[in-house]
């Protein structure tokens, strides 16, 4: 350890700690400000979590459905669909089937106990392997941040809309 004992010293090395710390804590304030995090522990969780997120990769193959598939998967029933808007986005119209998680509560509620999910939602929880968890907003941007979210949470497997409820209206109708 090496000890300062010239107040020579002292000054640099107070103005540089200084100015690391207010960088630091401008880096943070920006990133809050550009995110709009519903929660602290959101907040937290970008800063502390090594998990792999989609932020930049929303839009592979892996990560999207298509309004027709999407379309196929309703039709068998086999989609567990989560419509992330505002409630009364939502009620201006949805794709049928869509549960609506708005995106202020998406991981709070995906950490819920099955049951009370499963009470408050009045549809099955999701499980952290199920294939055909799938996210929409209106137009794709925000279910692109649900499934950010879903997967740092362990949900690897979901999926978003592509296009979101724009592309399914113009694409199905409703």
């Known amino acids: 350890m090496v000890v300062l004992h010239s107040s020579v010293y002292r000054g640099p090395v107070l103005v ?15 990133e809050v400000n550009r995110r709009s995090y519903p929660t602290v522990a959101s907040f937290v969780r970008t800063y502390t979590t090594s998990s792999p997120t989609c932020e930049g990769t929303c839009d592979d193959e892996l990560s ?27 009620q201006d119209g949805h794709i049928p089937q869509a549960v609506n998680l708005p995106l202020n509560i998406v991981e709070e509620s995906l950490k819920l106990p099955p049951k009370t999910f499963q009470q408050t939602f009045e549809v099955k929880a999701p499980g952290k392997d199920d294939d055909n968890i799938v996210f ?34 113009e694409q199905e109708g409703n």
Not at 16 to 30: E, K, N, P
Not at 68 to 90: I, T
Request: proline share 3%.
């Open 136 to 169: 929409n907003c209106r137009t794709g941007v925000r279910s692109g941040k649900a499934l950010d979210i879903a997967r740092q949470l362990g949900f690897h497997r979901a999926r978003h809309l592509k296009g979101g409820y724009a592309a399914w209206v």
């Open 16 to 30: 540089m700690l200084s100015l690391l710390l207010s960088r630091v804590f401008c880096q943070v304030v920006t």
């Open 64 to 90: 999207v459905v298509t309004p027709s598939q999407l379309k196929v998967m309703l039709s068998n029933h086999k989609v567990q669909l989560f419509d992330v808007r505002n409630p009364d986005e939502y």
